[in-house]
């Protein structure tokens, strides 16, 4: 029950970040559009948490799953590779990990380096190549307009939406697909994106953030049971289109598969 609830819930981790930009501004969604594409290269710093629990009815224990990621990373969006570390920690039911693990992207393909040995954590359900929220933002901007606010040295918005809309809009419905399948469903209890943009519409600051209640029936007394899901994303790009070099890394070529945190 476990494993069953856990592999629905992680499959929704892997998408949390987009915007939408409307017209009421100098700032339209073609100069932000046209933005997000003049982005060759840049740092990037991302910070992403996670808290989730649930309770087994048949057992009556609480299982509780928290984690804290953060990738900073060069990012080469013309040959499709980024280069940094990836570091963390992770707490499921009374076990404790914490990781720093160099990480390597390029293009679909993604590697760490675990004690000095390269591994393929390719995920063929996603595309690589760095940061997916500045595609997510693209992919989002003809869906919805909102307002967009002027601040100090620029504009931003923020956008409530629910994940459903989230995932719907960026196309990538994959992970409702696996909880459906369960005859499982989702719920926002709150959802939101905020994007901090500079003059000419490059974004620099994208956060994203829901609350969300996951109902899993359990597949032997068929109870639906809650899950309750909390995640945070916060990316902040710099030296955007400074030169950067990044070169393929030896030993990743016969990188066997990455088998994840808890192997």
Not at 74 to 83: F, G, I, P, Q, S
Request: hydrophobic letters at 40%.
């Amino acid at each position: 029950m476990k494993k069953i609830l856990l592999s629905a819930v992680v499959a929704l981790l892997v998408v949390f970040a987009a915007g939408c930009v409307g017209k009421s501004t100098g700032l339209t969604e073609e100069k932000v559009i046209h933005a997000i594409k003049n982005i060759k290269t840049a740092h990037y710093d991302e910070n992403f948490t996670m808290a989730m629990d649930f309770t087994l009815p048949e057992e009556n224990t609480t299982v509780n799953l928290t984690m804290n990621l953060r990738i900073t990373a060069m990012l080469d969006r013309v040959n499709k590779r980024a280069l940094g570390n990836y570091t963390g920690w992770a707490y499921y039911n009374g076990l404790n990990i914490s990781f720093n693990w160099p990480v390597y992207i390029e293009g679909n393909d993604t590697y760490f380096q675990v004690n000095h040995r390269w591994y393929n954590a390719t995920d063929k359900q996603e595309s690589g190549s760095g940061s997916y929220n500045l595609d997510a933002i693209r992919s989002l901007l003809n869906s919805t307009n909102v307002t967009i606010l002027p601040i100090a040295d620029g504009y931003q918005f923020k956008l409530n939406l629910s994940f459903e809309q989230f995932v719907n809009a960026t196309g990538r419905t994959y992970a409702l697909d696996k909880l459906f399948r369960l005859n499982g469903s989702v719920k926002t209890n709150e959802g939101w994106v905020l994007v901090k943009l500079k003059n000419d519409g490059t974004p620099y600051y994208i956060e994203t953030y829901f609350d969300l209640t996951l109902l899993i029936p359990d597949p032997i007394t068929k109870e639906s049971v809650p899950v309750h899901l909390r995640v945070h994303d916060r990316e902040a790009l710099t030296k955007i289109n400074e030169p950067v070099i990044i070169k393929r890394p030896e030993g990743i070529e016969n990188a066997p598969p990455f088998n994840g945190l808890w192997g």
